[in-house]
T-cell receptor
Framework: NAGVTQTPKFQVLKTGQSMTLQCAQDMNHNSMYWYRQDPGMGLRLIYYSASEGTTDKGEVPNGYNVSRLNKREFSLRLESAAPSQTSVYFC???????????FGPGTRLTVT | AQSVTQPDIHITVSEGASLELRCNYS??????LFWYVQSPGQGLQLLLKYFSGDTLVQGIKGFEAEFKRSQSSFNLRKPSVHWSDAAEYFC????????????FGTGTQLKVEL
């Protein structure tokens, strides 16, 4: 099993450009999550999907959109990137609502 | 609202010494508690978890943590640290009262001196 995979690993965008971060899991998990990690701030939840067909806002959703494409895939879209969105983005999944979350390797995004 | 405090930003220990990383949480219901470890440039790996039952939980790599409800704490311990334990450690809290969401602390960076 590959676990949680994310693409791309690195990305540089100019202000105003758009992009989609892809995430897939092969563990048959129901719930999936997107976090951003910034120095000194830990991980902050952007959006999550408790099950296929549902999505909900997390702590820092502004400037992002998500799509739960199917049970395996959960994408994060930046419509108009801003320098404040420079961060490392992690996708995670869990089998049930209280379950431990399993993380992907991350995408390092720089917006200039 | 749920929250997690990791009061130590950086900790340095000598190889072979014991380790304790502190974690205090705020949660309105029965908490689920987790410790994760992150090596440079990597994702987060689960070390251990507490849902209920025995308040002393064992994890991978020789780590353990103790849940103390009266102190709202879930401190991580290891009797003898190895150089490969150098990493960043995150405590997280979740539970039925918070839906799916985990709230993470800001992390403790562990340095191991040889």
């Amino acid at each position: 099993n590959a676990g949680v995979t994310q693409t791309p690993k690195f990305q540089v965008l100019k202000t105003g450009q758009s992009m989609t971060l892809q995430c897939a899991q092969d563990m048959n998990h129901n719930s999936m999550y997107w976090y951003r990690q910034d120095p000194g701030m830990g991980l902050r939840l952007i959006y999550y999907s408790a099950s296929e067909g549902t999505t909900d806002k997390g702590e820092v959703p502004n400037g992002y959109n998500v799509s739960r494409l199917n049970k395996r895939e959960f994408s994060l879209r930046l419509e108009s990137a801003a320098p404040s969105q420079t961060s490392v983005y992690f996708c995670a999944s869990s089998y049930e609502r209280k379950g431990e979350q399993y993380f992907g390797p991350g995408t390092r995004l720089t917006v200039t | 609202a749920q929250s997690v405090t990791q009061p130590d930003i950086h900790i340095t220990v000598s190889e072979g010494a014991s380790l304790e990383l502190r974690c205090n949480y705020s949660y309105g219901a029965t908490p689920y508690l987790f410790w994760y470890v992150q090596s440079p440039g990597q994702g987060l790996q689960l070390l251990l978890k507490y849902f209920s039952g025995d308040t002393l939980v064992q994890g991978i790599k020789g780590f353990e943590a103790e849940f103390k409800r009266s102190q709202s704490s879930f401190n991580l311990r290891k009797p003898s640290v190895h150089w490969s334990d150098a990493a960043e450690y995150f405590c997280a809290v979740g539970g039925t009262g918070g839906g799916n969401k985990l709230t993470f602390g800001t992390g403790t960076q562990l340095k191991v001196e040889l």
